[in-house]
């Protein structure tokens, strides 16, 4: 028996359309909030309960609804924007059909306030199935219009259980509210739940769409955007937009496309877009894209969605082309540089030997069978004591004068006749390629020909072998830094206090890493590669070597040899080139350089026994400075900062209370002996006659960084805690982390 047509109850009609338009909270408030744009508020205000199920409130500041219009706000086919079919070839507003608040009102219960601008008050209605329930009515209220939406999907059963998370729900609200706020940023917008004090979105009137984007998607978007344009007459389209560079990807691509201001989708236009990153991102990772195309009008259909999320439009197959090819040529002209993120080693980071970590040496004698075996992964193929050639050949010239210099230093980098000090297992140093032999004469001379240390204090540790525990007692060592044998025990309470604070702050894996390092290279005067186990660092070695020489001066305190110069360097003219350099600060205000000179000649002639004494800084009495502290084996500090070095040993330094006169004291001339990247000449495009004396500069600073400053860490450096936080040693890489990459490619 064939089937009865029968005419549908406009409810369930009603309910049925409802159900096609409002899908999901989200749908409601993306409606409303198109309702509030056409209206042209400057701030919308969202609130919801129960990710919208249970309360949902729009609130704008827009131009409002007339007393005499609330009667029908709700009944489908009501709107302002369209009067006959034709307005739809040329419809500028988000809504046209009038069905939004119609369909919400079928599914919940509707409330709307509104004042107009010329209406003394405020007008309120309810409404349910698209039919108002009384005559509205006057209440207080501020211009534009409150929209309250109450149980929503409370008579689709269905619907309701189909939307039964919150928490997810809440999330697509704010995706659509973000998105909108992106676009329109000239408008305030904000959203958070009922009762919450804090807005979990919120931009401002005067924030850029650059702001919008930071304050939704954070700084790691924000930072990598490159804006786009570009408009075309014959197709009638302009396209603007930000993108990211190929410096930022996600797994999962966040595309926010406006048409003609509408929020829609475009599986197209994605897709011809990622293509495009398809080269420059990594394999399954995304873009994030924001653009915002206006196409004539007339040749856009908005009319083919009952949510309005899918619009069709004329030529898109060029457009689309059109839009892929400036997307390309700014990705193009964005990859001249990339950039690198890095971890900084953080002081709860384990970098003990504790991992399952294993030599490729010690890796080779496991057996087969063998339980404990050592995968590629965790495989360490280095090892921190094999030995390097050049560590035999000692370049001829002083190693790091590099550049010219009036003042030169004949030094002897080898301990005094008839001892023999205690040698590092990386390399035997070779004592006569420098001439010129001038330690102390007092030196203490050793009894027998050998010396070696009685206990290994923690600064120095053994490294015939490399499980050797950190040694905890601070008993004093024999010699000194640089190889000579000490003169006298210091226990000034300054000092001391001084050593101990060094001490305490020492971090033991920092220490340990630099213990047991393998040296890459050199990537400039300031940094320098390590290998670790299975982990790459890159350390700052201007930084390493100002506290290795601070250390050095306040453990071997009073207890140095003399760097002699070949020729006595007044002071008086050293103070002069100091003053004319802008580092040096000096204005008109200061007075006459001559007479400021003079002055620390003056100055600094008072504190003569002193300084020979404590820190064998030879000044003699016609004010020339004849003599350094000599801190390490084969190391003459760069020269060219002599100047500035002496200015500030007369202005920088307390010399009114002990511990900071010493503390302050040795700062300066640690700082004065540290590698610095402004005294060192690189041999960067040299001309022909420079070409020869630029590379063996080049090669005798690296080779001092490596032999000289880097063997010392191993042995002498306490690395205090902030280096692990502050950026002096970073981690670029490790072993198991790139498998992991090699393996995703």
Known sequence: MAGVIRRLDEAVVNRIAAGEVIQRPANAIKEMIENCLDAKSTSIQVVVKEGGLKFIQVQDNGCGIRKEDLDIVCERFTTSKLQKFEDLASI?????????????????????????????????????????????????????TQITVEDLFYNVNTRRKALKNPNEEY?????VVSRYAIHNSGISFSVKKQGDTVSDVRTLSNASTVDNIRAIFGNAVSRELIEVGCEDANLAFKMKGYITNANYSVKKCIFLLFINHRLVESAAMRKAIETVYAAYLPKSTH???????????????????????????????????????????????????????????????????????????????????????????????????EQKLDAFLQPVNNPLSAGTTEVTAEVDAGPPKGAERPQDAEMEEVSDLVEMVDVQEDAVQPESGHLFPETVPSRKRPREDMDVELEKDDTRQDMTAACTPRRRIINLTSVLTLQEEISSQAHAKLQEMLHEHSFV??????????????????????????????????????????????????????????????????????????????????????KTEMLKDYFSLEIDEEGNLTGLP?????????????????????????????????????????????????????????????????ESGSTTWKWTVEHVLYKAFRTHLLPPKHFAEDGNILQLANLPDLYKVFERC
């Open 171 to 175: 999330a697509k609200i704010l995706e």
């Open 630 to 694: 000599l801190l390490i084996d084969n190391y003459v500090p760069p020269l060219e900062g002599l100047p500035m070095f002496i200015l500030r040993l007369a202005t920088e330094v307390n010399w009114d209370e002990e511990k900071e006169c010493f503390e302050s004291l040795s700062k300066e001339l640690a700082m004065f002996y540290s590698i610095r990247k402004q005294y060192i000449i690189e041999e960067t495009n040299p001309t022909n006659s420079q070409s020869e004396e630029s």
């Open 92 to 144: 500028s507003t988000y809504g046209f059909r009038g069905e939004a608040l119609a369909s919400i009102s079928h599914v919940a219960h509707v409330t709307v306030t509104s004042k107009t601008a010329d209406a003394k008050c405020a007008f309120r209605a309810t409404y349910s199935d698209g039919k108002i329930k009384a005559p509205p009515k006057p209440c207080a209220g501020n211009q534009g």
């Open 287 to 385: 873009p994030f894209l924001y653009l915002s195309l206006e196409i004539a009008p007339q040749n856009v259909d908005v009319n083919v969605h009952p949510t309005k999320h899918e619009v069709h439009f004329l030529h898109e197959d060029s457009i689309l082309e059109r839009v892929q090819q400036h997307v390309e040529s700014k990705l193009l002209g964005s990859n001249s540089s990339r950039m690198y993120f890095t971890q900084t080693l953080l002081p709860g980071a384990d970098c003990s030997s504790s991992e399952v970590v294993k030599s490729a040496a010690n890796s080779s004698v496991v057996t087969k069978g063998s339980s404990d075996k050592v995968y590629a992964h965790q495989m360490v193929r280095t090892d921190s004591r």
């Open 521 to 606: 290279g050199c990537v400039s005067p300031q940094w320098a590669l390590a290998q670790y186990q299975t982990k790459l660092y890159l350390l700052n070695t201007t930084k390493l070597s100002q506290e290795l020489f601070y250390q050095i001066l306040i453990y071997d305190f009073a207890n140095f040899g003399v760097l002699r110069l070949s020729e006595p360097a007044p002071l008086y003219e050293l103070s002069m080139l100091a003053l004319e350099d802008p580092e040096s600060g000096w204005t008109e205000e200061d007075g006459p350089k001559e007479g400021l000179a003079e002055y620390i000649v003056e100055f600094l002639k008072k």
